[in-house]
């Protein structure tokens, strides 16, 4: 979508009913794990305030929150971009992640509740049924998403936290030097997870995690780069003509 046939997005657009801040951000974080959002590409706060119609106080505030999870840069008088992982942080990212993933598990196997794999297990249909109907985006944001709704269920405030900054800055990882196999399965290696949660197996539950952590790990090819940097095109579904 060219600029010139784009309008601004509706004042105090927000992607969960919340406040202006939560909103810009919401949709922002989004579009990283939709891998929407390229690592390198600039964030102008023009260009998101004319999109978001808010106002550059708003989203300095929002681009401030990303940037504390580490996947936003903030350059002194050159503005912010979505940040570009090198490989050496690439590989820190993903050995913490193994860390976290493998902590999250055990917990989650000891405080989940049936409700709560109940409803990661719709998540997860909701996954499969996006990549079915060619919507490779949300799914890989579900595929995230996932991850995210089992720290929450593991109990443990500040794996949450960790875990949140963890996915968005592997979604990018992803998004850079993933090599050119598209295929995703992801929703089945979720679903063996949840039958081992369900069994209370947390042997078989870390040992599936980490076997899908190597399937991520597996499709990255560091000598790859890809990006995106148009702003009106990535938050297009925000603009009305």
């Known amino acids: 979508m060219s600029e010139a046939n784009t309008a601004t997005a509706q004042p105090g657009a927000s992607a969960r009913g919340g406040n202006q801040d939560e909103g810009v951000y919401a949709h922002i974080f989004d579009a990283i794990l939709e891998q929407r959002l390229a690592p390198g590409t600039r964030l102008s706060e023009e260009a998101l305030?004319?999109?978001?119609?808010?106002?550059?106080?708003?989203?300095?505030?929002?681009?401030?929150?990303?940037?504390h999870e580490g996947v936003v840069l903030l350059r002194p008088n050159r503005g912010a971009v979505v940040a570009s992982p090198g490989?050496?942080?690439?590989?820190?990212?993903?050995?913490?992640?193994?860390?976290?993933?493998?902590?999250?598990?055990?917990?989650?196997?000891?405080h989940a509740s049936a409700e709560e794999l109940a409803g990661l297990r719709q998540m997860v249909a909701d996954e499969r049924s996006s990549f079915a109907r060619g919507d490779r985006g949300t799914g890989i944001r579900l595929s995230g998403e996932f991850h995210l709704r089992l720290a929450e269920a593991a109990k443990n405030a500040p794996l949450v936290s960790f875990q949140?900054?963890?996915?968005?800055?592997?979604?990018?990882?992803?998004?850079?030097?993933?090599?050119?196999?598209?295929?995703?399965?992801?929703?089945?290696?979720?679903?063996?997870?949840?039958?081992?949660?369900?069994?209370?197996?947390?042997?078989?539950?870390?040992?599936?995690?980490?076997?899908?952590?190597?399937?991520?790990?597996?499709?990255?090819?560091?000598?790859?780069?890809?990006?995106?940097d148009d702003l009106k095109a990535v938050f297009s579904h925000?603009?009305?003509r």
């Open 238 to 240: 925000l603009v009305s």
């Open 164 to 228: 949140r900054s963890l996915v968005s800055q592997t979604s990018l990882i992803i998004a850079q030097y993933e090599s050119g196999q598209r295929n995703h399965c992801s929703f089945d290696e979720h679903n063996a997870l949840l039958d081992a949660l369900e069994a209370r197996n947390a042997t078989l539950a870390v040992s599936l995690m980490m076997q899908h952590m190597d399937h991520i790990d597996s499709k990255l090819d560091f000598d790859q780069d890809n990006g995106r």
């Open 87 to 110: 490989i050496d942080e690439a590989r820190q990212v993903f050995h913490a992640r193994r860390l976290v993933e493998r902590a999250i598990t055990e917990l989650a196997v000891a």
């Open 49 to 67: 305030g004319e999109i978001f119609g808010v106002s550059r106080t708003t989203i300095r505030r929002a681009l401030s929150r990303l940037a």
